[in-house]
Nanobody
Framework: QVQPVESGGGLVQAGGSLRLSCAAS????????VGWFRQAPGKEREFLAA????????YYADFVKGRFTISRDNAKTTVWLQMNSLKPEDTALYYC??????????????????WGQGTQVTVSS
């Protein structure tokens, strides 16, 4: 399985939390960094967070720092995005993607080549 598979999306009230999962096996994650992105209707897909292959380095978009946390398991088959203090403007389709390790800027979606189908997150006010 090369394509990552996201899960954990759903409907939550403002101020609530969700934990998204991104699972893959084989070369989808082996030796690769993993990132989370999201896309709201009528907007461009935007970077949220990324974790290095070894799991020791993480990167965040400024607007999610302090609210979202990215992590990956030791077996390197699952990456999570813990999202707290959710806001209605966080409503979007959330994607995970992987890229060859250290391929350019981590926030550039063009550097990621394996994408999941996305999981919908809806935050009600």
């Amino acid at each position: 399985q090369v394509q990552p598979v996201e899960s954990g999306g759903g409907l939550v009230q403002a101020g609530g939390s969700l934990r998204l999962s991104c699972a893959a096996s084989g070369r989808a994650f082996s030796g690769r960094d993993v990132g989370w992105f999201r896309q709201a209707p009528g907007k461009e897909r935007e970077f949220l967070a990324a974790v290095s292959w070894g799991g020791r380095t993480t990167y965040y978009a400024d607007f999610v720092k302090g609210r979202f946390t990215i992590s990956r398991d030791n077996a390197k088959t699952t990456v999570w995005l813990q999202m707290n203090s959710l806001k209605p403007e966080d409503t979007a389709l959330y994607y995970c993607a992987s890229r060859v390790i250290s391929t350019g800027y981590y926030y550039n979606r063009d550097n990621y080549d394996y994408w999941g189908q996305g999981t919908q997150v809806t935050v009600s006010s």
